[in-house]
T-cell receptor
Framework: AQTVTQSQPEMSVQEAETVTLSCTYDTSESDYYLFWYKQPPSRQMILVIRQEAYKQQNATENRFSVNFQKAAKSFSLKISDSQLGDAAMYFC????????????FGQGTRLTINP | EPEVTQTPSHQVTQMGQEVILRCVPISNHLYFYWYRQILGQKVEFLVSFYNNEISEKSEIFDDQFSVERPDGSNFTLKIRSTKLEDSAMYFCASMRDRGQPQHFGDGTRLSIL
């Protein structure tokens, strides 16, 4: 079974600085997707960014970018120019390209933005 | 932008009672999911539903749980006889097609007394 590990339960960063959240995963599959979801205190699950495993280019969405290292099974999220609204729980998630395509989530990293 | 909607936002139920959580997925989506998140823990997969049948379910999804898409628009999760440990946030998600991202609703907070 696939597993996702986020080794940083909490992170903090100064407003306007850059922060990187770590994620590693374990799989024997070659066809899969990786995601970062943001969960603010309201507890919605908001998609931040996605990466297809077959794509070598790292995904980018405005201030959010990933460092996808397929051989190392690592998928970190970099947030540039951190804003107060970025404060949330961030979950890394894996999804197989086969079968029901359920999401397997990591334990989450709570990100605090210091003004 | 279309959204997944879930009702109610908060449900309080006595232990042993039946509860139905409701979801309206995005209208052209074909794949439907329920996840749950116990307070302070990670999000866990419960069940996936496609083509009017369950495509996969987790160990959590035992005989007390069932899902239904009764009218082509709603997607419901029923817990027949609730336990204290069923207290959690329940998220519905839908996906248009394979390879597309899943879109989540805002969740239903279920509290079992």
């Amino acid at each position: 079974a696939q597993t996702v590990t986020q080794s940083q339960p909490e992170m903090s960063v100064q407003e306007a600085e850059t922060v990187t959240l770590s994620c590693t995963y374990d799989t024997s599959e070659s066809d899969y997707y990786l995601f970062w979801y943001k969960q603010p205190p309201s507890r919605q699950m908001i998609l931040v960014i996605r990466q297809e495993a077959y794509k070598q280019q790292n995904a980018t969405e405005n201030r959010f970018s990933v460092n996808f290292q397929k051989a190392a099974k690592s998928f970190s999220l970099k947030i540039s120019d951190s804003q107060l609204g970025d404060a949330a729980m961030y979950f890394c998630a894996y999804r197989s390209g086969q079968g029901a395509q359920k999401l397997v989530f990591g334990q989450g990293t709570r990100l605090t933005i210091n003004p | 932008e279309p959204e997944v909607t879930q009702t109610p936002s908060h449900q309080v139920t006595q232990m042993g009672q039946e509860v139905i959580l409701r979801c309206v997925p995005i209208s052209n989506h074909l794949y439907f999911y329920w996840y749950r998140q116990i307070l302070g823990q990670k999000v866990e997969f419960l069940v996936s539903f496609y083509n009017n049948e369950i495509s996969e379910k987790s160990e959590i999804f035992d005989d007390q749980f069932s899902v239904e898409r009764p009218d082509g628009s709603n997607f419901t999760l029923k817990i027949r006889s609730t336990k204290l440990e069923d207290s959690a946030m329940y998220f519905c998600a839908s996906m248009r097609d394979r390879g597309q991202p899943q879109h989540f609703g805002d969740g239903t907070r279920l509290s079992i007394l």
